[in-house]
């Protein structure tokens, strides 16, 4: 069975420091992997996703995820946070069969502090 | 500009009525999903449809509805058997179904929040 797990509900940063935003996964074979944003009262914004190749992936907005096959994780990060990125992040998983239903998170609210 | 048109934005229900909220795509997706949104839960499935005048089940259909009869639309109904109903409702489309289209990005509309009195 797929399952995300993102163990912060809640995670706070000063604006200018690095964030990262955790996230771990369970699927049969190798996974699609996707970040998405919500801002408040909004649908999803997709941010990034991996699906085979470089383990480093490059998104919307300066944020990046790293694929660690070995950890199953899919962490999103950003190298300087801005007030701006305060919002709900959803890590989502699909596997590669013809199921093909995409598996969200929890979620994990980032505030970032001026 | 192409994206996903979700209405009404707010409804209020009584207990015991039925609601439809609706969903239009003219992005010309041929998968459409319903998900609902409940804080610290993320988004749990609740119905998803790959063709037209098909749909199956997802995680927690039941006390709803959903009807697939063109490409563009994609209504939910919330029936008087939907126990909790209260939740912020998020519709989603992406193209391409099956394996090949795994990878494809979900868009999603900006959602409708049903709150039952």
């Known amino acids: 069975a797929q399952s995300v797990a993102q163990p912060e509900d809640q995670v706070n940063v000063a604006e200018g420091n690095p964030l990262t935003v955790k996230c771990t996964y369970s699927?049969?074979?190798?996974?699609?992997l996707f970040w998405y944003v919500q801002y408040p009262n909004r649908g999803l914004q997709f941010l990034l996703k991996?699906?085979?190749?470089?383990?480093l992936v490059k998104g919307s907005y300066g944020f990046e995820a790293e694929f660690n096959k070995s950890q199953t994780s899919f962490h999103l990060k950003k190298p300087s946070a801005l007030v701006s990125d305060s919002a709900l992040y959803f890590c989502?998983?699909?596997?590669?069969?013809?199921?093909?239903?995409?598996?969200f998170g929890t979620g994990t609210r980032l505030t970032v502090i001026p | 500009d192409g994206g996903i048109t979700q209405s009404p934005k707010y409804l209020f229900r009584k207990e015991g009525q039925n609601v439809t909220l609706s969903c239009e795509q003219n992005?010309?997706?041929?998968?459409m999903y319903w998900y609902r949104q409940d804080p610290g839960q993320g988004l749990r499935l609740i119905y998803y449809?790959?063709?037209?005048?098909?749909?199956q089940k997802g995680d927690i259909a039941e006390g709803y509805s959903v009807s697939r009869e063109k490409k563009e639309s994609f209504p939910l109904t919330v029936t008087s058997a939907q126990k909790n109903p209260t939740a912020f409702y998020l519709c989603?489309?992406?193209?391409?179904?099956?394996?090949?289209?795994?990878?494809?990005?979900?868009?999603f509309g900006a959602g409708s929040r049903l709150t039952v009195l």
């Open positions: 449809s790959q063709i037209v005048n098909d749909f």
């Open positions: 992005l010309n997706h041929d998968a």
């Open positions: 989603a489309s992406k193209t391409g179904t099956g394996g090949l289209g795994g990878a494809n990005v979900l868009t």
């Open positions: 991996y699906i085979t190749g470089d383990n």
């Open positions: 989502a998983v699909r596997d590669r069969t013809g199921a093909n239903n995409l598996f």
């Open positions: 699927v049969s074979g190798n996974p699609y």
